[in-house]
């Protein structure tokens, strides 16, 4: 993944230009908008996104990103279907513009992430 992120900004440094970086709630308002979401946003021209897991005690975000956290897990979001929406997204892209080029960053708190695994 690190080899996207060089690209990117290989390539924005190239053009002089910051970076369109976006975040959205995996999950929230459910998967399958959450997938939407993210292709929309591609679609729109982010350069990078960032793809929140949920937490059930988001303390240390604000409250739209709290708020998103607890849709999302009302939703029954799980670690392994942000890793199945992520996967999708790659897979979904389409030529001539493929959004498997866009670093794709999983943003959350590391306790979900013990619980799964790190393996």
Do not use: C, W
């Amino acid at each position: 993944m690190s080899e996207r992120i060089d690209a990117l900004f290989a390539r924005l440094r190239a053009e002089d230009r910051a970076a369109f970086v976006a975040y959205v709630m995996a999950g929230d308002p459910d998967r399958e908008q959450s997938l939407a979401v993210l292709h929309a946003l591609a679609d729109a021209g982010a350069d990078m996104i960032e793809l929140g897991f949920p937490f059930s005690d988001p303390m240390a975000e604000g409250p739209p990103i709290q708020r998103a956290a607890l849709r999302s897990l009302k939703a029954g979001t799980t670690l392994a279907d942000v890793l199945e929406i992520a996967r999708l997204f790659r897979l979904q892209s389409e030529e001539p513009e493929p959004q498997p080029q866009i670093p794709l960053i999983l943003m959350g708190y590391l306790n979900p992430l013990l619980s799964y695994g790190l393996e």
